[in-house]
């Protein structure tokens, strides 16, 4: 159980069956809430600055402050014409392992989104992973091969770059100002369909989403195999717009234009979209690409200890006034935490 006690009985078996019912009822779709290959993917991202609101693309607003739907419709064309251009499909190339003659053929098919003048796109790590080759096309027509920049997959990001002239990009956002209800447009290869990208709308349903990749294999889940979960994905943005696989790493985008998401995964009890689905803040992948950029891959800090909860037998134990803080149960070699001289028995 999620807060490590126990469930005994009657109680038990309930909470059991509980469990059974929601694993047939709520399976969650992660990654290939965009991708259409079969296989996991892993990725790293890289981001620009925020652009500044456009004027000229806001939405027109009533007296009353509300959106009207003549305006609503006007602004999402508009957002479609300065950010479709620059949506891109990307093709996961692999060669089969029983296949003779070691020839990369398609495994899977995702979006991305061009983001500066050099051609970096910003998609996710499950769109690019395991690929021999990455083939890039734009909506006006023209495919290049693309290199991978870095990945990771603890946040579910990937850079790609592409090298040609005149390549359109799209604004980099604020994340941070988005609220709960906020009108927002994905744009992606939903199911690969030819003829270019799928643009649908919707809006924010919600903020701060926390969810866990599911084991590979499951539903489409990006865990690392073997019945393993994957990462836990922070900050998530939950949104009604739909997204389907080949959505993944396509932009979700706020009424001025400007990429605020990494479109990412699905809730679904069929693999395809049921109103619930999830982009990864801009803000988070701007971090991160930038440290790929800069170093090609992603340090995080970590301490180096091994901890537990302070509980009433052991703060009576230590003396303590009440039950809180952690207790250092065993401090790694070579870790921060001994550099810094903690020892096994602090709180």
Request: proline share 7%.
């Amino acid at each position: 159980m999620p807060d490590g006690t126990r469930a005994t009985g009657a109680g038990r078996r309930r909470r059991a069956a509980g469990y059974a019912a929601a694993a047939l009822t709520a399976i969650v779709l992660l990654g290939l809430a965009g991708c259409t290959s079969k296989h996991n993917h892993e990725g790293v991202a890289t981001a620009a600055a925020a652009a500044t609101p456009n004027a000229a693309s806001m939405p027109p607003f009533s007296s009353s402050g509300a959106t009207s739907s003549a305006g609503l419709i006007t602004a999402i064309r508009q957002v479609v014409q300065e950010v479709k251009p620059a949506v891109v499909q990307i093709t996961n190339e692999q060669v089969p392992p029983d296949q003779f003659g070691g020839v990369a053929v398609p495994a899977g098919v995702g979006s991305g989104v061009i983001y500066d003048g050099q051609g970096h796109i910003l998609t996710n790590n499950h769109v690019v992973e395991g690929a021999q080759q990455l083939q890039v096309s734009l909506p006006d027509g023209r495919s290049f091969s693309a290199k991978l920049v870095g990945r990771d997959a603890q946040t579910d990001l990937a850079v790609v770059q592409i090298s040609g002239s005149n390549l359109p990009t799209a604004a980099l956002g604020d994340s941070t100002t988005l609220q709960t209800g906020e009108w927002v447009v994905a744009i992606g290869n939903a199911l690969a369909l030819p003829g270019g990208p799928t643009v649908t709308q919707g809006v924010v349903s919600a903020l701060g989403r926390t969810v866990q990749e599911p084991p590979a294999g499951q539903a489409g889940g990006n865990g690392p195999g073997g019945g393993a979960a994957g990462p836990f994905l922070f900050d998530l943005i939950q949104t009604d717009a739909p997204i389907n696989p080949g959505n993944s790493g396509g932009p979700l985008i706020n009424a001025q234009g400007q990429v605020v998401g990494v479109n990412s995964q699905i809730y679904s009890q069929t693999g395809g979209f049921m109103g619930v689905a999830f982009a990864i803040p801009i803000d988070i992948a701007s971090k991160v690409a930038r440290e790929l950029k800069d170093k090609g891959k992603v340090t995080r800090g970590w301490l180096g200890v091994v901890v537990q909860e302070v509980d009433r037998n052991l703060a009576k134990s230590f003396n303590l006034p009440k039950p809180e803080g952690a207790l250092v149960a065993r401090v790694l070699p070579d870790s921060p935490a001994q550099q810094a001289g903690l020892k096994a028995g602090d709180v």
